[in-house]
T-cell receptor
């Protein structure tokens, strides 16, 4: 499989559940990103990992917990979410430094919190 | 604080028309600027990336320009087709760090 894949594609969870989103990139990139896309709001960067080290945390609540075990895999662990956390969560990867390269995005996970 | 604005928010045009999408940013100190396309409920696809030292990039029917001094970029789509219907996003990368700042997008509908 090529490109950036995300699983699951759709997720419905209650506020007390614990779930995880998975992202895998097959592009040999060294950086991975989590973004949140809410309705009628610009795409928001959540976390950036460069060579498995977290380099950016955009003031994300602790109920979102990222994990990057290697340069190809990225997880987003979710617990005690709120209904306003319902959104499309997008994963991306790129090769840093990035002046000439671009970010490649996965198809996203549509999350609904009841 | 860098902010990215896209105008118009939505646009509907007949097939075959040439069109321009606009993007403005508040801080001219950028590393690069990208245009993305997003189909409903899906991820983003990169269309064009312009480095800070460049003025424009072209790919097929698409041409993107960059004027850093005025904080503006335009995406020109020639001979639009129904398949071009999507949301177009502009994003800037400030120098230093890894943060990319996106605009809210322009939703384009091309009528057959």
């Amino acid at each position: 499989e090529t490109g950036v894949t995300q699983t699951p594609r759709h997720l419905v969870m209650g506020m007390t559940n614990k779930k995880s989103l998975k992202c895998e990139q097959h592009l040999g990139h060294n950086a991975m990103y989590w973004y949140k896309q809410s309705a009628k709001k610009p795409l928001e960067l959540m976390f950036v990992y460069n060579f498995k080290e977290q380099t950016e945390n955009n003031s994300v609540p602790s109920r979102f917990s990222p994990e990057c075990p290697n340069s190809s895999h990225l997880f987003l662990h979710l617990h005690t979410l709120q209904p306003e956390d319902s959104a499309l969560y997008l994963c991306a990867s790129s090769q840093l430094p990035e002046s000439t390269d671009t970010q490649y995005f996965g198809p996203g996970t549509r999350l609904t919190v009841l | 604080k860098q902010e990215v604005t896209q105008i118009p928010a939505a646009l509907s045009v007949p097939e075959g028309e040439n069109l321009v999408l606009n993007c403005s940013f508040t801080d001219s100190a950028i590393y690069n600027l990208q245009w993305f396309r997003q189909d409903p409920g899906k991820g983003l696809t990169s269309l064009l990336l312009i480095q800070s030292s460049q003025r424009e990039q072209t790919s097929g029917r698409l041409n993107a320009s960059l004027d850093k001094s005025s904080g503006r970029s335009t995406l020109y789509i020639a001979a639009s087709q129904p398949g071009d219907s999507a949301t177009y996003l502009c994003a800037v990368r400030p120098p230093g760090g890894f943060k990319t700042i996106f605009g809210a997008g322009t939703r384009l509908f091309v009528k057959a």
